[in-house]
């Protein structure tokens, strides 16, 4: 099991940015398509980004197209989710998952082939 570890989370105002790390085991990490959920107090975990296992596709929500990319950096494990221009609406507890199994191509949209998450982060975005 791929374990991860999220980091970066916290309070910023309106129109600012936050950089979130998620720093993954495993020897085959360039194999695992990433992704990004979020859930805010009442609502369901959503989808924000993805990215495949060699960084050269991904795919962003429509709620953050234009303001969050999603990237990763393979030789430290690591996938990234750049905030910018933040929201009120953009608060929730941020979720990092791995798919071992979708190869260095593919992209994984839904949370259901995701097979490990890490523990969330909290960002919170004030108005």
């Known amino acids: 099991q791929v374990q991860l570890v999220e980091s970066g989370g916290g309070l910023v105002q309106t129109g600012g940015s936050l950089r979130l790390s998620c720093a993954a085991s495993?020897?085959?990490?360039?194999?695992?398509?990433m992704g990004w959920f979020r859930q805010a107090p009442g609502k369901e975990r959503e989808f924000v980004a993805t990215?495949?296992?060699?960084?050269?596709?991904?795919l962003h929500a429509d709620s953050v197209k234009g303001r969050f990319t999603i990237s990763r950096d393979n030789a430290k494990n690591t996938v990234y989710l750049q905030m910018n221009s933040l929201k009120p609406e953009d608060t929730a507890v941020y979720y990092c998952?791995?798919?071992?199994?979708?190869?260095?191509?593919?992209?994984?949209?839904?949370?259901?082939?995701?097979?490990?998450w890490g523990q969330g982060t909290q960002v919170t975005v004030s108005s």
């Open positions: 990215i495949n296992g060699s960084g050269s596709r991904s």
């Open positions: 998952a791995a798919d071992p199994a979708s190869g260095s191509w593919y992209i994984v949209r839904s949370a259901y082939e995701y097979a490990n």
């Open positions: 495993g020897r085959t990490f360039s194999a695992y398509a």
